[in-house]
């Protein structure tokens, strides 16, 4: 190591009083680090050239900045210590250029003035050096004086609410507020601590406890009928579901499957005389439960499955038989470990003909935990997530049930093998059972909502906290204040109120109209909004993730098994893409259950009609409207979000009818056309949130909580709008300075937006105890 | 229940020769479930009013088609198998509409001519009636006589390769042909079998194990220089951390903090004292290790860290010590159990300055595992995923080491405390230091990629097998075939290869210009490929698990492990979003390394300059061109990309100068302008593997592997634009005929790869002793 002795020390750099003013810049040429030696050569000739400075100040200078030899490191922090010392006096809010910052520091060295040889000349001739240098003067002085003082914090103060948190609560949690504050209640009544670290066969003991405690509350009472009927029941039970989500979802799935799943099957496929015998039973969890539907070979495909349940009309028995290695039952929730009994769906067979898909309830688990004679059950294994429910895969072996075990609401078998129903046709039939589960798929996507909520307030309240960087010798900011970090929270922030309000709304009418013949919208709207709040469950809980970095793969933090366990939902209850064309077809007919077989019959003649009968009008006036007043209003919001909807129904008509009049057939028409189907659905999910967001607001009075709501609302429309702004631009309904100011306006919603984060978040009620992230506390 | 008896048992229906052509429409009308009673009644209507049937023949019909009284579901089923009966011997392929079948059916059941009854007239009324059922009649009658025979599996024949597919794995292999061939002969030697359910201690000692094994095959030797170079030893280390992307992530992640992070911070950050003393020992791992730069209040930002080493020169020890809890080393790997030292990285002060950033060695743990005094270690605890690396948390208390330990490359401190660097500028000095991890960035990226691709190889070969729904009455397709599967898998595949050539390439430039002064070109894609690589990882991955619905979902099926560790490959070796501005701000400035920084002060000359120079020719010619040979060109392809980076380099330089020259400082200009930032990298990233792509074919001569791989560059082209397109039709560079072209073109390029899917991922070469997955074999 060679000592460096070529040049003045740094305080001769200081000492020289002509030199005062030019330290700065020297120190900032250097320590910038990256200019050329050409430049430095340049800088030095230009300083040479200083016709005020005395020789002696130039020899120093020439030392200073000379690329052959530049300062030590030694040297060049000495000097900033020095100038630093030179300007302790100067107030920190200032911004100063690097020539005034070296002005100043003469005049405080000196007697307080402008030392004699300063003038206009000399003060021009200081501006044309910081010129060269190429900089942003005001930011190299702020860092320069500043930089030392890095760590030191202030504290970053949030602006209040604007408007109050608890009734925001309040309107969230609407008509279910008993059930609500109920699951906070029983959640944050002791015992319900995260487990997440717990081996599976802990976990899933764990599990079963608290559901047991659920249980006890009456969480899982289901009765046919009753005093106030069953819609209210079915809406309290969903809205316990819903709730449920803010805490372990292996929890929530367990729920579900013993009382939502075998409960429900019993309630609605069942009789009297299996309410009698078994639902008070599966509420208090006195008889544990699962629902045997998928099979390793059809998971979708539920109407081909082929366990079979054959009538022998010798015993008066149904003999369920799993015929070949596809045929086993597959991810049944509780049936690893805890089932005492299944419902099971089978293809019945009475003699020579087949009847379709039937559901039977076949004991499996004697009282003592043993498995019944002819009944295999496997454990699933560990899985991504939810390792605290027990899949299982279940054999049959010619197991033989009563006559009596037929779920024989929809169909029934007399004693001598006569087969009747109300409903003539298989294919209604069939649907009109897979009808029964739409409660089922509501309530998957609601807590899956619910967790996505969990969350987001967690990142959120994460990132107002989390400092990372700053303006230069400032205290670092907290992230939530990156634009970046805004624009990837605050929209999910508003998605999550929009779904809320769109779940809420399916719910009301789910249980308004679930005793009405054709329920098939209903049962539409439900797949559609499954499909749209567990994806952006993903996708948001997935960002909450990557907004919390490395702690948001700590599992105490809560994010990262909320991921994992949220990651089947998009599966289960309906895979998302089977359920997409569901919603597309839907919309294709008047002849709407065919449709959600693959093999539908019934097309040429809706298609027909609805090909030609899509003409939208695209205004210049509105296409081009960049105004703010217009982009915010509701009436544009639904609009536009309607129009995609018809216009891409239109053209997925249109291209349908194109094919099959080629003589293509409908399964292969549909299959060229399944990415239109695609977007065709996620249009209607997107417009069916943007209305209820809108209907919701349009409900409230003027004042804070409006304010809020429909900041929120043109968050999650502009949002959406944007993500498919390719389609917009490409069919003419918006035209490019639209698109920017769209962009524009997002970026500004976020600002406004992030300042009410935390109120934001901390409306959804989810109590402390319950959120628990350690990083969601300060 | 009741008995049907009001209307004739379904073979009066079969019996009664003049209605055995309407037979099968009768049975349409009710399977098919959902004709309104007012349809009913008008086809019942219009068979009254058949002049050629007799009128016992309108009874039954009658009878049969009475709204107020349907046939029964048992009625239905026998009168389908009795069409099936009377219809067994017509050909299952031929598709005739419900009429025709009617009078095939007739035919047979008489003397095999037309019935004499049977006329024009007749048939021309039959078609009629059929019309009036509004169905695809050719459907239709195939699910009536096939319905039956669904369960039927054909062979599916998967079309052959129409390339070699181990010449492709050569080719992807490339130059660490020997070291790919090393880890796949290391992985299948026996031991190395997949452990997801081992509890969180356990793993870890069987990664660790693990690791024993590779470094007793060499596989984490590191010599500074030796025969060959550092440069082909840094290329095998890379190439052997990509290569065991296809096991296990935890042991990926293990292997490269040892061997890369610990070894390679010793020596590129040491000198020959310290290659002397430990590379050896961490190579065979009798030395393991970890390297602490991380702390709780700093990840991205490391510039700021907190951890101090205060040099005392009167015993010629550094003391390292954590001033504070933000100040603890944070997510440390291999610190909870097996490090013996560590790579600390403080903030070096000696006497009142303060030099920034360095790297000390410091011992942690002696050789009985026993924490050394003044240092503290805790278990970060249970994680998303990697739970088999023991990642800790480090609290030093005034820990004293010789001065010796300062990893002196790039600065060092004598016995007295002088300071001296052969970089003066700290800022440069510190991005010096930490330029020499970037091959950590390649690596990572690399290794992503590698998980990607055997996660894309088990969702495309279970979606080859893996059977759900089918057209009418035909054995149930591949969701391989299914459009929507296609568009999931194809381009991902594609894009597999792009980045894998990308990637490869990169790593060679580094190699070859490792040695240089100036490195931050190379620094700046490697942060740019490493965000593409893991970010599309994670999205892939995804893809992949929920392609195979739950399947995908269960450990052993390897994609959900994939997922949960692959996670955090986008936070670690550095942020994506943290990384994205890093490569945005080395476009901004010929002074990039100050653009790394948050602060930076070099801008305005070169802004004004870049905010003028960018002038796009839209020539309507190319922006309209729908032709597929153009679109399918390289040309177009590469320039389209080009094109787009341009513009938004222009774009950001505008919008940054703007808010400079309006008085803003650099901090608030960039945070203003950080989405477009975003897009800028993004452009920049996809560029590259488009270019990287495209020269990879040009230098293969005309066959089987170029044309291959020509389909997936266009694939990929094609993909990446199609997601941007909002973009581009927003600045005029494509206008929506040409976007409708692309959306047409990609699915067909997705056709075609579909069948070469299963030879495309097989060329990966991952053994199936590795790839594992129950799901991918038959």
């Known amino acids: 190591m060679e000592t460096p002795v070529s040049k003045p020390e740094a305080r001769a750099l200081i000492d020289h009083e002509q030199l005062l003013p030019i330290a700065p810049m020297v120190y900032v040429a250097w320590a ?8 430095v050569r340049r800088i030095r000739q230009q300083a040479a050239e200083q016709d005020w400075l005395d020789e002696s100040a130039k020899t120093v200078l020439r030392a200073w900045l000379d690329p052959e030899d530049p300062p030590s490191a030694t040297q060049l922090t000495r000097l900033c210590r020095a100038i630093n010392e030179a300007a302790d006096e100067l107030a920190a809010e200032q911004r100063l250029s690097l020539a005034d910052l070296g002005v100043r520091i003469a005049k405080l060295d000196g007697p307080g003035e402008e030392p004699e040889w300063m003038n206009e000349h000399v003060h021009k001739a200081l501006l044309d050096l910081e010129k060269g240098l190429g900089v942003v003067g005001e930011d190299a002085t702020h860092a320069l004086l500043h930089g030392l003082d890095r760590r030191a914090k202030e504290r970053f103060h949030e602006a209040p609410a604007r408007f109050d948190v608890e009734q925001m609560t309040r309107l969230l949690d609407g008509n279910w507020r008993d059930t609500w504050q109920k699951v906070r209640e029983v959640l944050t ?18 599990v079963f406890e608290w559901l047991q405690v659920l249980a006890e509350h009456g969480m899982g009472e289901m009765k046919p009928g009753g005093e106030e009927g069953v ?15 803010m805490f372990d979802l292996s929890l929530v799935v367990k729920f579900g499957v013993q009382f939502g799943l075998f409960g429900g099957s019993i309630l609605f496929l069942g009789t009297e ?29 539920v109407r081909d499955l082929r366990t079979t349940a054959t009538y022998d009309a010798d015993t008066g028995e149904f003999v369920i038989h799993t015929p070949d290695e596809y045929a086993r039952k ?33 004991p499996v688990r004697d009282d003592d935990g043993n498995t019944l004679e002819g009944v295999r059950i496997e454990d699933c294994g560990h899985k991504m997530g939810l390792n605290g429910v027990d899949n299982g895969r279940i054999w049959f072996d010619k197991v033989r049930v009563p006559r009596e075990n037929l779920l024989d609401r929809y169909a029934s078998v007399s004693a001598e093998g006569e087969y009747d129903s109300p409903i003539p046709s298989a294919t209604k039939r069939f649907f009109t059972m897979l009808g029964t589960l739409v409660a089922g798929r509501i309530s998957v996507g609601a807590a899956a909502l619910t967790a996505t909520k969990s969350a987001l307030a967690i990142a959120t309240r994460y990132g107002a906290r989390r400092r990372q960087f700053g303006p230069a010798g400032e205290p670092e900011k907290p992230i939530l204040n990156y634009r970046t970090h805004k624009r990837r929270l605050m929209p999910r922030i508003a998605t999550a109120y929009g779904l809320h309000f769109a779940i809420d709304g399916l719910r009301e009418l789910y249980i308004e109209t679930r005793d009405q013949e054709d329920t098939r919208e209903v049962e539409a709207m439900a797949a559609a909004l499954k499909v749209f709040s567990t994806w952006n469950a993903i996708e948001a809980v997935q960002e909450a993730r990557e907004c919390c970095g490395g702690m948001g793969y700590l599992s105490e933090n809560r994010i990262a098994p909320i991921r994992k366990d949220v990651d089947i939902f998009a599966t289960f209850e309906g ?43 695209r205004n210049p006036l509105v296409t081009r409207d960049t105004d703010k007043a217009h982009l915010r209003s509701s009436k544009f919001q639904r609009q536009i979000f309607r129009v995609r909807e018809k216009d891409l129904l239109g053209s997925v008509a249109r291209r349908l009818k194109a094919r099959l009049d080629a003589g293509k057939d409908a399964f292969t028409a549909f299959n060229e056309v399944q990415d239109h189907l695609l977007s065709l659905s996620k249009a209607t999910a997107e417009r069916m949130v943007m209305e209820s967001f809108a209907d919701q607001i349009d409900t409230l009075e003027d004042g804070p909580l409006h304010d809020a709501l429909s900041l929120l609302r043109d968050l999650y429309a502009l949002e959406y709008i944007y993500r498919d702004i390719g389609w917009f631009l490409e069919n003419g309904y918006i035209e490019p300075p639209k698109s920017r100011a769209i962009r524009d306006l997002l970026n500004e919603l976020c600002e406004q937006a992030r300042e009410q984060a935390l109120p934001l978040v901390n409306a959804w009620g989810i109590p402390d105890e319950v959120l628990a992230a350690p990083i969601a506390f300060p």
Chains 1, 2 share one sequence.
């Open 231 to 245: 819609g209210p029941q079915m809406g309290r039970f969903m809205a316990t579901f819903e709730a449920l989500g």
């Open 330 to 362: 597959e991810w049944i929730g509780n049936a690893a470990v805890h089932a005492k009994m299944m419902t099971v769906f089978a293809q019945l067979e009475i003699g020579e003909d087949s009847y379709g898909v039937h559901a039977f309830l076949v």
């Open 189 to 206: 009544s002791g015992g319900f601590d995260y487990a997440y670290e717990l081996p599976k066969d802990e976990y899933r003991q764990q």
């Open 575 to 617: 895979d998302n893409t089977v359920l997409m064309m569901l919603v597309a077809r839907n919309h294709l007919s008047e002849y709407k259950q065919q449709f959600q077989d693959a093999t539908p019959f019934t097309l040429a003649r809706y298609l027909a009609k609805q090909a030609s009968s899509v003409v939208q009008k």
């Open 273 to 301: 005389r299996h309410h009698e015998a078994y639902l008070e039973k599966v509420g208090s969890l006195e008889l544990p439960g699962g629902f045997a539907m998928t099979e390793l070979g059809h998971g979708s495909n």
């Open 32 to 39: 910038d680090g990256d200019l050329t030696s050409d430049e």
